[in-house]
Structure formats: C-alpha cells, structure tokens
C-alpha cells in the first residue's frame, strides 16, 4: 500500500523556520522524483520545489529560492523541505508528491498545514 506522510506544519510566526517532513513507503523511493506543492484558499495548487530521484538536481518556485530547501534520504524513505524566513504568503496546505513520469505513476500525500501569523 502506498503511502505518502506529511508531518512538521503549525503555526508560526513571520520570519520563523518550519522544517516538513514527507515518509514515503509502498513503492520504490529511489526511483521517484519527489516534490512539493502547497494550495492556499482560493487558489490553485502550485510546485514549491523538486528533487530529482538520486538529489542530483532540485529546482524551486521563484517565490521560495533562497528561502526554502528541498532535500530527502533515499535510506529513510523521507523528503524533507527546511522554510526559513516564512511570511503570511507562505500560508497553504503542503502536499507532498512522488512522480515517475517514464511508466505514469504519481502519488499525493494528504497534505500539512503551514500558517504564517502573528
């Protein structure tokens, strides 16, 4: 059985760090690309960052370059994403996603809430 866990969302204050945390198990991690999206109230889902399959390579939405990083442990089964610097915008749902795009697979986690407030 699939399954994609995230965990590390809260509250925090602007400026404030999060780290999240997404345990993937049922499938074979190191084969998959895995990312994050995020889904604010109102708005459509959309890409924060990537990782490639062996962490060779990650690209990240404009909007959280520098900010954010996208990491995972092909040992742990795990993907992380450190946000430092978080402000109200940040505010979403954060999903995490695994993807094999050669055979067509794509797996969703249930999402974790991040709210940036004072």
Same mark, same amino acid.
Do not use: H
């Given at each position: ?30 084969r998959? %690309?895995?990312?994050? $999206? ?20 990650? *690209? $990240?939405?404009?909007? %959280? ?8 442990? *092909?040992?742990? +089964? ?5 946000? *430092? ?11 995490? +996603? ?8 794509e $797996? ?5 809430? %991040?709210?940036?407030?004072?």
């Open positions: 059985q699939v399954q994609l866990v995230e965990s590390g969302g809260g509250l925090v204050q602007p400026g404030g760090s999060l780290r999240l945390s997404c345990a993937a198990s049922g499938f074979t991690f190191s998959y %690309v895995m990312s994050w $999206y995020r889904q604010a109230p109102g708005k459509e889902r959309e890409l924060v960052a990537a990782i490639t399959s062996y962490g060779g390579r990650a *690209n $990240y939405a404009d909007s %959280v370059k520098v900010r954010f990083t996208i990491s995972r442990d *092909n040992a742990k +089964n795990t993907v992380y994403l450190q946000m *430092n610097s978080l402000e109200p915008e940040d505010t979403a749902v954060y999903y995490c +996603n695994a993807k094999w795009a050669t055979i067509g697979l $797996y969703w986690g249930q999402g974790t809430q %991040v709210t940036v407030s004072s």
